[in-house]
């Protein structure tokens, strides 16, 4: 009896022939057959607790194998399958596409770190193809590599835990008796939908069990009764590996609960060009000495009073100054009024006390005025009719009275707008006025105060009315 193989093992065996045929074929040639250059690539994300929110390295080794230097080498790099990981900017160096590419030597081998970020919430790791590029190459086979991403999965939480304690001695320890109880400390960060919570004891310790990972996390604290100042931008990286156990948070008594500060001034008006008189009064009313305080008082749009930094003795730029407990300070400096401040028909002090090893001195902020300018005060007066926070064409407040009033109420100057909502007062002396329109109109921000200032360092002012 004759036998005969059923259809699908002839299927097979041709299958099978042609399969040797091939390998057959691709074993009469050997490796090193072509001359040329042959590049091969390996890539691998280096070893780290690499977070979602990196910018994650990939290491690229690429070597010559072949016998021939490769020239115009480039490389590109695509996700091949999860989330889309993009490659940061400019990256690949001398292997960029938009480059004239890299050399290699045969047999020289160089590894290259390139970064990227994994974009979007898609949940899953990255694979990332690199495929490397050069003209000649004998053997494509080799030339692209498949690299998985792997950060720390974003569901991993670790616990963060510490002590805070209120630094009563200034000795930067904690102290006993130091410790801060029943204070509300908090964790957040990018990507926590709400902080988390938890109450210090009695030793001030406090602990979060499980924090998700996250490569910005923020402790900070609230609900604290004795107005301690705590860091607040101190920013861990949490990837799991629980190193943040043992905070140690220190608080810091700002300095204005121990140092008052006032100026006062000797007149309430200048004239440009005279010498206003300050007296300063500095008192310690804490229980410990103070040191290494000084003043700096904020330069402005040229208007400020400039007190000579000499004046201030210790308490100047050698922040020398020293206040032992209870004991008051009375400093005298003088400044010259700047003649801009006539055009402003005002000038000021803005200065801040501070110490070398404190935080948050008091600041103290006071002005006088410097009349006798005149200058027309020119505005426009306006209704966003069609709502787009822009005073277009036909939305000024035609034909209507206006006023300007001082602040305790007394009626100044009163003009009517044109057209086009514009309006002038003449000859008003410089300074602060309350604008008002007549009939059922005001200003949309509660109160219209204007700065009235004379050329040429003054403007038209607007202001931006609804119905009553
Ligand atoms: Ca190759
Ligand atoms: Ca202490
Ligand atoms: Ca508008």
Known sequence: MRRTLPARSVRAVGALTSAFTLAGAMAAVPAYADPGPNLKITAAVPDGRWLRGDHIPIDVTITNIGDAKATEVRATGSTYSGPYYGFD????????????????????????????????????????????NAPG??????????????????ETTERVAGQVYGDKNRDGLLSPGEELAGLTALVGGPGLPQPL?????????????????????????????????????????????????????QGRQPLSQALQATIALDKTSYAPGETAKATVTLTNSGEHPLSGLFVTCRDGDGTELKIPQEQWGAFGPTQAGALAPGQRLVLSVTAQVPDKAAYFGTTFLDCGFNGKTYVSG??????????????????????????????DDGEGLANTTATLSTRDNKLVSFARTDAKGNVTFPGVAVGEYVFRVAGPWEAIHGDSTILHVAPPYGWEWRVQLKPR
Do not use: C
């Open 137 to 154: 190459d004998t053997d494509y086979s080799d030339n692209s590599a498949d690299v998985p991403v792997n950060p720390i999965p974003p």
């Open 362 to 391: 008091p600041q103290v902020f006071l002005q006088a005025k410097v009349p006798g300018k005149r200058a027309d005060a020119r505005g426009v007066a306006w209704v966003d009719k069609n709502n787009n926070w822009q005073l």
């Open 197 to 249: 919570s938890v109450v210090t004891d009695s030793a001030g310790r406090f602990a979060f069990d499980a924090v998700p990972v996250g490569t910005i996390r923020v402790v900070y604290f609230r609900n604290d009764p004795g107005g301690w100042l705590f860091p607040e931008g101190d920013v861990m990286r949490l990837d799991g590996s629980g190193t943040h156990q043992n905070l140690s948070v």
């Open 89 to 132: 900017p400019n990256t690949w160096g001398d292997l960029d596409t938009n480059g004239s590419g890299a050399s290699f030597e045969a047999g020289e081998s160089r590894t290259y770190r390139v970064t990227g970020y994994i974009w979007g919430a898609e949940a899953g790791n990255p694979v990332v193809r690199i495929d490397l």
